[in-house]
T-cell receptor, first 112, second 113 residues
Framework: DAGVIQSPRHEVTEMGQEVTLRCKPI?????LFWYRQTMMRGLELLIY????????DSGMPEDRFSAKMPNASFSTLKIQPSEPRDSAVYFC??????????FGSGTRLTVV | GDSVTQMEGPVTLSEEAFLTINCTYT??????LFWYVQYPGEGLQLLLK?????DKGSNKGFEATYRKETTSFHLEKGSVQVSDSAVYFC????????????FGPGTSLSVIP
């Protein structure tokens, strides 16, 4: 298995632009999670899906952030418009219940 | 709600020293407990896990025992190497958080030759 695949690995964009991060979970995993990691705040859960349905989006910082999971093999996290304070590493993870996560390698986002 | 507390560090050890990173948790029910490791520039990797009381998880020389009476899951290694330098996260799932994993703040470990 190729593991959880995220793209792109690095993204540099200008303030105000739309950014789309992509994630392909491990086949058979029924839960998918988006995290953001910064030095200041550590690891923050943004949203998670179970069987493609959003279960908890209370961690999404504001309306500029949105996430979708149109099918079991693909999810996106979109930021529109982006701001410098959104600069962080964004991780996607997938899991089966109580078995722990498998994380992707992350997308390092820099908004200038 | 469920939570995880761990020593925040940073921890600096000499090669071959003994490592302990303390972790305690708060949860209702019977959560599963995990240690994750994050090497520089990479995502988190599952290091070991334990799913019930008195279970011992082990991997790559690291061990942790699920202690329900003290609600603890301390990580230990008898002899650390420079390659063990990373950030270590204690975590739980189950309890009231269902399939969501609750992470501690992470402990940075640096091992010097």
């Amino acid at each position: 298995d190729a593991g959880v695949i995220q793209s792109p690995r690095h993204e540099v964009t200008e303030m105000g632009q739309e950014v789309t991060l992509r994630c392909k979970p491990i086949s058979g995993h029924n839960s998918l999670f988006w995290y953001r990691q910064t030095m200041m705040r550590g690891l923050e859960l943004l949203i998670y899906f179970n069987n493609n349905v959003p279960i908890d989006d209370s961690g999404m910082p504001e309306d500029r952030f949105s996430a979708k999971m149109p099918n079991a093999s693909f999810s996106t996290l979109k930021i529109q418009p982006s701001e410098p304070r959104d600069s962080a590493v964004y991780f996607c993870a997938s899991s089966l219940p109580a078995y722990g996560y498998t994380f992707g390698s992350g997308t390092r986002l820099t908004v200038v | 709600g469920d939570s995880v507390t761990q020593m925040e560090g940073p921890v600096t050890l000499s090669e071959e020293a003994f490592l302990t990173i303390n972790c305690t948790y708060t949860a209702t029910g019977y959560p599963s407990l995990f240690w994750y490791v994050q090497y520089p520039g990479e995502g988190l990797q599952l290091l070991l896990k334990a799913t019930k009381a008195d279970d011992k998880g082990s991997n790559k020389g690291f061990e942790a025992t699920y202690r329900k009476e003290t609600t603890s899951f301390h990580l230990e290694k008898g002899s650390v190497q420079v390659s063990d330098s990373a950030v270590y996260f204690c975590a739980l799932s189950g309890g009231t958080s269902y399939d969501k994993v609750i992470f501690g703040p992470g402990t940075s470990l640096s091992v010097i030759p």
